[in-house]
């Protein structure tokens, strides 16, 4: 007999896997996914790996197959036990990371009728039992669900079990169907012939409709219904003027079920790959020569770290790599930081690769993302462009692994497994034998320490590819925001601002604002006691917002109406402070009231506008100023952008945290890339109070190097990744003086477990309250464990309940 050693679904199970027999009867496969009993529940679990002897004495069978083939490739196993081990995840939260979209769906449980008609007498059966068991053998199948519907739960279960322990009905396990729904796109033909739709269109044309007159028009030369997305685009009509040719009876509007493709190839055309430049041709030939000698199964994995400005041509040779990956029979994988923010770069990826592509986002219903992930495994895609968690996406002969904006913290997950998917992405290459390209014009200091240190290639794109000499890097200036208090300038917008955006905007040039907060007033303060309104379950202050008039906590999304007067000392003098995109948009109405505004930030596009309109829109000119937070540094490509205003500098800059300087340099230097895309030339504003800052100074100048050589000194100095690593342990509870009790005794424990095996390289910081102290009414503490490998040695240890644990944590939590 065989044994099985399973990934269990449950919480207890930890970093575990557990021993099962497997009956005679049953196939199974490493990654397949089986039912199991556990405790007294049947679970769901996942073989990780096929033994002749079980790890215990005592083992269970498993109960039953949920899918006929394995769901998990043999790398992609290993790839979920090194996440468990590193991260100090639940193993099966490691597996979940890599099973089909809705795999965790209901159960159902079958009662069915033997194979074979079972011999013995069922004379001495009650009558219940005969009444269910004659049931069954008619059906067939029945649902256990079904016979509880009928007998009443108690009753159905005790019956079955009784029948299934006499060998004449068996037990079976089924998940619920994901169910697709079919997608429907109404299309649009003539109802009438085409001589008479001209003639009607005619007709039309002189009572001045002339919208309806030339849809009318275009129909009339269609040969066949046409979808009614496509027809508005082409004649740029409204959905009223397509109502009108409808009642007129002109025109019929038909629903179409269509192959969902993940992407619209509608206005896409294919491109070709461009002449490279030199920079762009030596990078190309490194990735070349590594793809190949992978392929061969000559070369050890490689990773590469291409370093160059935005618009230096990176995507460009992602490209090109990854044809040549496919020419080697291989596929690749891209992950970009936010796949909404991204259309532009999605469609050169499609518009290269022609149905070649897979995109995974979650706009996708359930039943569309399985579909996806089966034709992904099915290999039916080249590609596969998504965020963080298309690192997982089953697809076969990986050979090139692309990560873009390798900087961007949103490839770090924040709930369990707390992965981030570059290292995972590394890690992934390891098992698979693919290279990986990590892509950046602000590469993370602790990346470029290791391209610096020889274990990345690293790969430079020094310039901009410029078509004409026209669109060299912006000319940047700082503004010292206290020199324009001094000459009593107190808007939010400095002398050099203003008249910089007067000018672009009188020119027919587009400008955008950047600012790092969202909202209106960021805090509101009474003027007589000084009271300032808190979440009282997070006890961060209150953001002003205007569209709905309330104030809203942004961490736990609390709402509350705005108070008349002080809570606390009943004054009216409540006072507005500090500045989001909703007041500066407001400010900027006043002082530019020529000038078009639109708003782009989470609360946007929350609502009614997703970011392609707003980002159509802006594209189109129909505004000339777009205010907003990151989202506008994102990679977009905007000609008549000549102007970057950066309001404040400085609302990340004084953060207690390590890496503030490094993100305030990200943040700057990647908005400051939008300026001066075309042939306009560009410019960047930066206000701020501290302008001597070295962050500052050195996004100022487009200077990576000296950025980072100031940088890396200070965490060197400071013992700072990447010269050591952190664990970030934090524990939460609503008294806040046992929650410091709690942290003060696991800092004993901590220090006795580091004493006693003698690890000298691993130091303590704290407790200390977190940086947000109180969340959702829970008081959280926190101690960071700093060393060459904490995660060694927290794995070692039984972390008591109630302890949160980040490997190689990011910012302030
Ligand atoms: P990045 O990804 O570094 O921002 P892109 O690959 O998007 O840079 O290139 C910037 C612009 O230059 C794009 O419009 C792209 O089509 C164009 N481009 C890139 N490489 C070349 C090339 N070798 N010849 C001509 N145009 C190029
Ligand atoms: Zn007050
Ligand atoms: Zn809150």
Same mark, same amino acid.
């Given at each position: 007999m065989g044994y099985a050693e399973v990934s269990v679904n449950s919480p207890v199970a930890q970093r575990r896997t557990f021993s099962y027999a497997i009956s005679p009867g049953l196939s199974i496969d490493v990654g397949q996914a089986v039912w199991v009993p556990f405790g007294d529940k049947l679970l769901q679990g996942v073989v990780l790996q096929l033994t002749d002897y079980p790890a215990v004495e005592e083992t269970k069978e498993i109960a039953g197959v949920i899918e006929p083939h394995p769901v998990l490739s043999p790398s992609q196993i290993l790839l979920a036990r090194w996440i468990s081990e590193h991260y100090l995840s639940p193993l099966f939260d490691a597996v979940a990371l890599m099973l089909p979209p809705g795999f965790e769906r209901k159960v159902v449980t079958f009662i069915s009728a033997p194979l074979t008609p079972p011999k013995q007498d069922t004379s001495s059966l009650t009558q219940k039992q005969r009444h269910v068991l004659e049931l069954v053998w008619r059906r067939g199948k029945v649902t256990l669900k079904g016979l509880e519907r009928v007998l009443g739960t108690r009753q159905a279960r005790l019956i079955t079990s009784q029948l299934v322990n006499q060998g004449l009905v068996v037990k079976s396990y089924e998940l619920e169907r994901v169910k697709v729904k079919p997608k429907k796109v109404p299309y649009l033909r003539l109802a009438v012939k085409a001589s008479q739709a001209r003639h009607e269109a005619t007709r039309l044309r002189e009572r001045r409709a002339i919208k309806q007159a030339g849809l009318l028009e275009f129909l009339s030369k269609a040969s066949?219904?046409?979808?009614?997305?496509?027809?508005?685009?082409?004649?740029?009509?409204?959905?009223?003027?397509?109502?009108?040719?409808?009642?007129?009876?002109?025109?019929?509007?038909?629903?179409?079920?269509?192959?969902?493709?993940?992407?619209?190839?509608?206005?896409?055309?294919?491109? =070709?790959?461009?002449?490279?430049?030199?920079?762009? &041709?030596?990078?190309?030939?490194?990735?070349?020569?590594?793809?190949?000698?992978?392929? &061969?199964?000559?070369?050890?994995?490689?990773?590469?770290?291409?370093?160059?400005?935005?618009?230096?041509?990176?995507?460009?040779?992602?490209?090109?790599?990854?044809?040549?990956?496919?020419?080697?029979? &291989?596929?690749?994988?891209?992950?970009?930081?936010?796949?909404?923010?991204?259309?532009?770069?999605?469609?050169?990826?499609?518009?290269?690769?022609?149905?070649?592509?897979?995109?995974?986002?979650?706009?996708?219903?359930?039943?569309? +993302?399985?579909?996806?992930?089966?034709?992904?495994?099915?290999?039916?895609?080249?590609?596969?462009?998504?965020?963080?968690?298309?690192?997982?996406?089953?697809?076969?002969?990986?050979?090139?692994?692309?990560?873009?904006?390798?900087?961007?913290?949103? =490839?770090?997950?924040?709930?369990?497994? !707390?992965?981030?998917? !570059?290292?995972?992405?590394?890690?992934?290459?390891?098992?698979?034998?693919?290279?990986?390209?990590?892509?950046?014009?602000?590469?993370?200091?602790?990346?470029?320490?290791?391209?610096?240190?020889?274990?990345? +290639?690293?790969?430079?794109?020094?310039?901009?590819?410029?078509?004409?000499?026209?669109?060299?890097?912006? +000319?940047?200036?700082?503004?010292?925001?206290?020199?324009?208090?001094k000459a009593g300038n107190r808007s939010l917008f400095s002398r050099s601002l203003t008249q910089a955006m007067a000018k672009a905007v009188a020119g027919g040039e587009q400008v955008i604002l950047f600012l790092n907060r969202r909202g209106g007033a960021t805090f509101v303060q009474c003027r007589n006691c000084g009271f300032v309104l808190r979440c009282k379950r997070c006890e961060v202050t209150l953001t002003q917002h205007f569209a709905e008039d309330v104030l809203v906590c942004h961490q736990c999304n609390y709402r509350m109406s705005i108070p008349q007067i002080c809570p606390r000392c009943l004054s009216r003098r409540i006072k507005f402070l500090g500045i989001g995109t909703e007041k500066l948009e407001q400010e900027a109405g006043y002082t530019f009231p020529q000038a078009r505004l639109l708003r782009w930030d989470r609360d946007v596009t929350r609502g009614r506008y997703s970011h392609e309109e707003i980002l159509a829109k802006f594209r189109a000119h129909d505004a000339d100023v777009l205010i907003g937070t990151q989202m506008v540094a994102k990679g977009l490509d905007l000609p008549l952008v000549t102007l970057v205003g950066v309001v404040s500098a400085d609302t990340g800059l004084n953060l207690p945290d390590f890496r503030a300087g490094e993100r305030t340099f990200q943040l700057l230097s990647q908005v400051a890339g939008r300026a001066g895309r075309g042939t306009l030339g560009g410019q960047v504003i930066i206000q701020t109070y501290s302008p001597e800052h070295y962050a500052i100074q050195t996004a100022a100048k487009h200077d990576y190097a000296s950025f980072y050589d100031r940088e890396i000194a200070y965490r060197r100095q400071l013992r700072n990744p990447p010269f050591t690593r952190l664990a970030c342990l934090t524990y939460s509870h609503a008294n806040d003086a046992l929650c410091q009790r709690e942290a003060e005794r696991m800092k004993r424990l901590l220090v006795e477990e580091i004493n006693s095996r003698g690890i000298a390289d691993l130091s303590l910081v704290g407790p200390a309250p977190a940086f947000i102290h109180k969340l959702r009414g829970r008081f959280r503490w926190q101690l960071i464990l700093r060393g060459s490998e904490p995660s060694a040695l927290l794995s070692q240890i039984p972390i008591p309940q109630g302890w949160m644990i980040d490997i190689d944590p990011l910012g302030l939590v």
């Open positions: 066949q219904p046409l979808p009614l997305a496509e027809v508005r685009k082409s004649v740029n009509c409204s959905a009223s003027v397509v109502a009108a040719v409808v009642s007129k009876g002109l025109v019929e509007l038909q629903q179409v079920e269509v192959r969902r493709e993940p992407i619209s190839y509608q206005g896409i055309t294919p491109s =070709y790959p461009l002449t490279l430049t030199a920079a762009q &041709k030596a990078a190309l030939e490194s990735i070349q020569s590594s793809l190949f000698w992978m392929a &061969k199964g000559e070369a050890s994995p490689s990773v590469f770290l291409l370093h160059g400005v935005t618009g230096s041509g990176k995507t460009e040779v992602y490209l090109q790599a990854l044809a040549e990956a496919v020419k080697l029979g &291989k596929r690749g994988i891209v992950l970009v930081p936010e796949i909404a923010l991204t259309p532009q770069t999605i469609e050169r990826f499609a518009s290269r690769f022609p149905h070649k592509v897979a995109v995974l986002h979650s706009k996708l219903s359930l039943g569309e +993302q399985f579909d996806e992930w089966q034709r992904i495994k099915n290999g039916e895609f080249d590609v596969v462009i998504g965020s963080r968690s298309a690192i997982f996406a089953p697809q076969p002969d990986l050979g090139l692994i692309v990560i873009d904006e390798e900087h961007e913290w949103t =490839y770090k997950q924040d709930t369990s497994p !707390r992965y981030h998917a !570059r290292d995972v992405a590394i890690k992934l290459a390891e098992l698979t034998g693919a290279v990986v390209i990590l892509g950046s014009a602000t590469p993370d200091v602790e990346t470029f320490y290791r391209a610096q240190m020889g274990n990345y +290639q690293l790969l430079e794109l020094p310039e901009r590819v410029t078509p004409s000499e026209g669109s060299p890097l912006p +000319q940047v200036e700082v503004v010292d925001l206290r020199e324009e208090l």
